[in-house]
């Protein structure tokens, strides 16, 4: 009986010492719970945001008769400057990877250029003072906070155009109009959610190509004497900061 009780005995010593020696307590194993899930923020939501950024504009004039339709003489000229932005847009998580938005916003620019043609024959300036866009854009995520997108649209352009000229004798004729360009821009950029917060930085390039701007250049009488055309093309690029507000509805809702 006491071999038998000596033997039970050290059973129990071996048994717990194999149990200490793998670090699992087999008398007490708990049964393994799932992680808990991982929340991934939604890009749909609405937001605003404004920016700053710089562009360049380039003109080609034609100068013409209009009398007898024929084009006198050509030129080319341009300028660049910065620019301030505001924003409003929204944007809807289409699947895991995939964003579209809709976006509208206005640019205040401080550009202006002058070209001076034929020793001063003809002295050309213009300015951009302001354009309104609304667009489209659709983006790939290279992760839950990046968002690679490209973007197109419509927009118009306040366009200043002057001009101070010394032709057919009559010495220091000026014209100056205001007019609004149509156009449209295609571009792309890069959108970044910010320390996971509904901050946003997106930095972004457009390339914009505006109608023909048409001018007629008359005297005293009302006699068009040349017609002078202009044709615009833009470069910008702008950063900007926009907050997103409560998420509406998309994928990961």
């Known amino acids: 009986m006491k071999k038998l009780l000596a033997g ?10 194999t149990a200490s020696a793998d670090g699992v307590d087999r008398k007490y194993s708990p049964i393994a719970s799932p992680p808990p899930p991982i929340h991934v923020p939604s890009w749909s939501g609405f937001y605003i945001g404004a920016g700053v950024g710089g562009g360049a504009f380039l003109h080609d004039t034609s100068v013409s008769d209009p ?17 301030g932005t505001v924003i409003v847009g929204w944007d809807w998580q289409l699947g895991p990877k995939t964003v579209f938005g809709v976006f509208a916003d206005y640019d205040f620019f401080d550009l202006s250029s002058r070209n001076s043609d034929f020793n001063g024959f003809f002295n050309h300036s213009s300015s951009h003072d302001s354009a309104w866009s609304v667009g489209v854009r659709l983006g790939v995520l290279s992760s839950p906070s990046t968002l690679w997108y490209l973007t197109g649209g419509y927009t118009q352009l306040e366009f200043d155009h002057s001009m101070n000229n010394d032709f ?15 156009g449209w821009f295609v571009g792309a950029g890069v959108d970044t959610r ?17 109608d023909t701007g048409r001018l007629r250049i008359s005297d005293e009488e009302g006699f068009d004497l040349l017609q002078v055309d202009t044709d615009v093309v833009a470069h910008t690029a702008r950063l900007t900061l926009t907050y997103k507000f409560t998420p509406g509805l998309g994928w990961g809702r």
């Open 8 to 17: 039970v005995a050290v059973a129990l010593a071996l048994g717990t010492t």
């Open 168 to 182: 057919f004798g009559i010495d220091n004729l000026t014209v100056s109009r205001d007019r609004q360009l149509d």
């Open 194 to 210: 910010l320390a996971a917060s509904n901050w946003f930085l997106r930095l972004e390039y457009r390339y914009t190509d505006f």
């Open 67 to 83: 009398i007898f339709d024929e084009k006198l003489f050509s030129f080319g000229g341009g300028g660049d400057g910065v620019l």
